[in-house]
């Protein structure tokens, strides 16, 4: 293989490329004195912070509540929009009827409704975790509607002819069949409650959290702990993703094929 | 007495309808494929269905098993509604047709789980079938770990798992390449010497309908009704000596006749 000659590197190794070529980049934007110090603390200097945070226990807090946070509003919105997803998808009309509306709020920022939820459930846990239950339910409900309505007709027909029930069918094929679509309405569900969910503890009388970290650290200009937090929250998303690929691989293992 | 016996089975003397339609009526939005339409598709026979794009060879098969239903007419198998009939149905793709989430064996016995059969009757009778069949496949692989022929051949098994009165099938082989439609076909015929049910194939290649058929049902294009429903006396087993059999391309260039005639009339 010539290019595994003219690059030593085994293959398992490349993603860990771009993100030395990152550390390195950031190295040298701070030796060119291209970004002021103060807004941009070394690569070390992120890292001692990233761990003091979790040695002393308050980054860890606040990544913990965060996760909590998120969970808890992706496990309401997939009981909430599950259930809702397969009726509606089994009545393609009541969809057709409903479409809109859902399509509509699907497209409506979910912070646009901080301020309602805030009316309605104070300034708790309950506001933060509701917000981003509704945009995690929306999508999720979307993603299993269509899984739903979209099974393949032959399966159903396969079923139907062996002489099998209609809830035989509903709980043996269709709901097998929405599986894949539904996994892309959770992953796309559990990414956006984290963002929501950071972006409420930012502005919504929050005490605790990875927003709330980010947003006091800025204030009071402490940089590098800053970016941990920041860093703490990518890795946190990129977690929830990685663990929902896992189960998708496990629980739909004929996804794509 | 046995020799009798097989030579009654060899040749039906007379046929008995098995499958009998009466008066079906079914159109799609404003066309209208079936108008009055009567058929009898005769017991323990091999009947192929053949005709000109959109005369409803697939849906009559459709119909008859009661995957789409009709406007009118009546549809009966032994003389039954068919909701109360053991039928197998093959479909085309079966890729979409079999469950990609259970293994190639649970497919197969997943219609007896449908109805209710117990573990240890199940487990028997899907081995029994396996025997049937004189192939080397791993059934504990999913369908999509499987080659296209294999697939059909899990679909078929699936099919004639709950030794059904009718098997239908709807252009079973025609994603197939050659090699794996010849030996398909040659499958499905040893099952048919092996059973005698009754059986109706759909196809799209005429060599095909009437190689493999006790009859061959021409339809007309729609609204459809019969152009021509030949015999094929051909011996069984068939080979393939069997298509340069003088009988067999004589019937087989009538039967082209037919279709020809069929399609110029539009």
Not at chain 1, 191 to 205: D, N, R
Not at chain 1, 220 to 244: E, K, R, S, T, V
Not at chain 2, 145 to 166: C, D, F, T
Request: aromatic share 10%; proline share 6%; hydrophobic share 50%.
């Amino acid at each position: 293989m010539r290019s595994a000659a003219s690059f030593p590197i085994r293959d398992s190794l490349l993603p860990v490329v771009g993100v030395v070529v990152l550390v390195l980049l950031w190295y040298a934007a701070i030796a060119a004195k291209l970004v002021d110090p103060v807004l941009l603390p070394s690569p070390w200097e992120t890292m001692k912070a990233m761990w003091t945070g979790v040695a002393d226990g308050t980054l860890l807090h606040d990544f913990l509540r965060t996760v909590e946070r998120t969970i808890l509003a992706t496990l309401i919105a997939m009981v909430l929009a599950i259930p809702l997803g397969i009726v509606l998808g089994s009545w393609p009309r009541l969809y057709l009827a409903l479409e809109f509306v859902i399509d509509f709020f699907r497209s409506t920022p979910a912070s646009a409704m901080f301020p309602l939820f805030l009316v309605v459930f104070g300034v708790g846990d309950e506001t933060k975790i509701l917000v981003a239950t509704f945009g995690a339910a929306l999508v999720i409900l979307f993603n299993v509607a269509y899984g739903v309505m979209n099974a393949r007709k032959n399966r159903l027909l396969a079923a139907k002819v062996m002489g099998a029930s209609r809830a035989r069918i509903l709980f043996e094929v269709t709901l097998l069949e929405s599986l894949p679509q539904t996994f892309v309405g959770l992953r796309n569900g559990v990414s956006l409650a984290l963002v929501i969910v950071v972006v409420a503890e930012m502005f919504i009388g929050s005490a605790d959290g990875l927003g709330h970290r980010v947003f006091e650290a800025q204030q009071l200009l402490q940089m590098p702990d800053m970016y941990a937090a920041i860093f703490a929250a990518g890795a946190l998303g990129y977690c929830l993703n990685l663990l929902f690929q896992v189960a998708e691989r496990r629980l739909v293992h004929w996804s794509g094929k | 007495m046995a020799r009798l016996a097989v030579a009654l089975k060899e040749v039906p003397v007379v046929d008995v309808p098995h499958v009998t339609v009466r008066g079906l009526r079914k159109s799609f939005g404003s066309v209208t494929i079936y108008d009055g339409f009567n058929v009898d598709i005769p017991r323990g026979r091999f009947v192929s269905i053949f005709g000109p794009n959109g005369c409803g060879k697939s849906t009559l098969i459709n119909l008859i098993a009661g995957l789409i239903p009709v406007d009118g007419g009546e549809i009966r198998i032994g003389g039954k509604p068919v909701r109360d009939v053991r039928i197998g149905y093959v479909f085309q793709n079966y890729r979409e047709a079999l469950f990609p989430w259970l293994r190639a064996i649970d497919n197969i016995e997943y219609p007896l789980r449908v109805a209710k059969v117990p573990k240890a009757e199940r487990d028997a009778r899907v081995a029994r079938l396996v025997a049937k069949f004189d192939v080397k496949i791993d059934l504990k692989r999913y369908p999509y770990e499987m080659s296209g022929g294999q697939q059909q051949l899990v679909s078929i098994m699936r099919a004639l798992i709950v030794e059904p009165e009718v098997l239908f099938l709807d252009e079973p082989f025609s994603a197939l390449d050659y090699e794996m439609t010849l030996f398909m076909r040659d499958q499905l015929q040893h099952i048919f010497n092996e059973t005698r049910m009754t059986m109706v194939l759909v196809s799209h290649d005429l060599e095909e309908a009437v190689y493999m058929a006790d009859k061959v049902l021409l339809l007309s294009r729609a609204p459809t009704t019969i152009a021509d429903y030949p015999e094929i006396p051909c011996p069984r087993p068939r080979n393939p000596e069997t298509l340069v059999d003088p009988v067999f391309t004589q019937l087989r260039g009538h039967c082209l006749d037919v279709f020809q005639r069929e399609v110029r009339k539009s």
